[in-house]
C-alpha cells in the first residue's frame, strides 16, 4: 500500500537549532517525492522536491531508499519556519495523484 | 497569473444539507484535484479532474462528488451532510498531471456543518 508517515505531530525547536522533520514512505514503485509548507494564513505551497535537488530558504532533503525516508533538514532554525509541513509522495503507476502525510507543525522557538 | 480561486471561502450549513464548491485553476492549468484537510487527519485526497475526466478517486463515500467544465473550473459537491465533513477544503491546479507534484493551492473553503 503507498502511504507517507510523519511521526511527530508537532515539532519545537529553538531558534538557531538544527531541524530535522521526518518522513517515511511506503511505495513499491520509483518515488517521487516532495515538501509543502503552509505559513500562517497563506496557502499550501511546494517547498522543494527530491529530484530537483535544491535548497529552498535553507531546506534540504534527501532521497533514502533504502531507508524509505525523506527527511526535511535545516541547519539553523529561524523564527520564520514557524509553519505546517506536509511530505508528499507521487503515484504514478496505474494511478495518479499525490499522496500527503498528515503533516508535522513546527514551532521555532525565540 | 491569478492564482487558484476557491468560492465560497466560508460556509456554514446544518446536517442533511448539501453544498457545491467552486475551483477556478490558474490559467492554462487543465488538472485541478480536491483535498479535505482536517487537523486530525491531515491532507486526504478527494479526488482528480484532467480535461473534464475524473481520473482518480480517494476513499470517500458516494455523497462526495465533483466534475470539471470545458474551461477547467471543477466543482465539488457533497449531499446529506454530516458534523463530521466539517473541514477546510482545498482544491489544487497543476499544469500536468496531479501526479507531477507541482500543485499550485487555492485558499480553500472552510465549511461548518452544525
Known amino acids: 500500500a503507498q502511504r507517507v508517515t510523519q511521526p511527530e505531530k508537532l515539532l519545537s525547536v529553538f531558534k538557531g537549532a538544527p531541524v530535522e522533520l521526518k518522513c517515511n514512505y511506503s511505495?513499491?514503485?520509483?518515488?517521487?517525492l516532495f515538501w509543502y509548507v503552509q505559513y500562517s494564513r497563506q496557502r499550501l505551497q511546494l517547498l522543494l522536491r527530491h529530484i530537483s535537488r535544491e535548497s529552498i530558504k535553507g531546506f534540504t532533503a534527501d532521497l533514502n531508499k533504502g531507508e524509505t525516508s525523506f527527511h526535511l533538514k535545516k541547519p539553523f532554525a529561524q523564527e520564520e519556519d514557524s509553519a505546517m509541513y506536509y511530505c508528499a509522495l507521487s503515484v504514478r503507476r496505474r494511478d495518479d495523484k499525490i499522496i500527503f502525510g498528515k503533516g508535522t507543525r513546527l514551532h521555532i522557538l525565540p | 497569473k491569478a492564482g487558484v480561486t476557491q468560492t465560497p471561502r466560508y460556509l456554514i450549513k446544518t446536517r442533511g444539507q448539501q453544498v457545491t464548491l467552486s475551483c477556478s485553476p490558474i490559467s492554462g492549468h487543465r488538472s485541478v484535484s480536491w483535498y479535505q484537510q482536517t487537523p486530525g487527519q491531515g491532507l486526504q485526497f478527494l479526488f482528480e479532474y484532467f480535461s473534464e475526466t475524473q481520473r482518480n478517486k480517494g476513499n470517500f463515500p458516494g455523497r462526495f462528488s465533483g466534475r470539471q467544465f470545458s474551461n477547467s473550473r471543477s466543482e465539488m459537491n457533497v449531499s446529506t451532510l454530516e458534523l463530521g465533513d466539517s473541514a477546510l477544503y482545498l482544491c489544487?491546479?497543476?499544469?500536468?498531471?496531479?501526479?507531477?507534484?507541482?500543485?499550485?493551492f487555492g485558499e480553500g473553503s472552510r465549511l461548518t456543518v452544525l
Open positions: 511505495y513499491s514503485g520509483s518515488p517521487e
Open positions: 489544487a491546479s497543476s499544469p500536468g498531471l496531479t501526479g507531477t507534484g507541482e500543485l499550485f
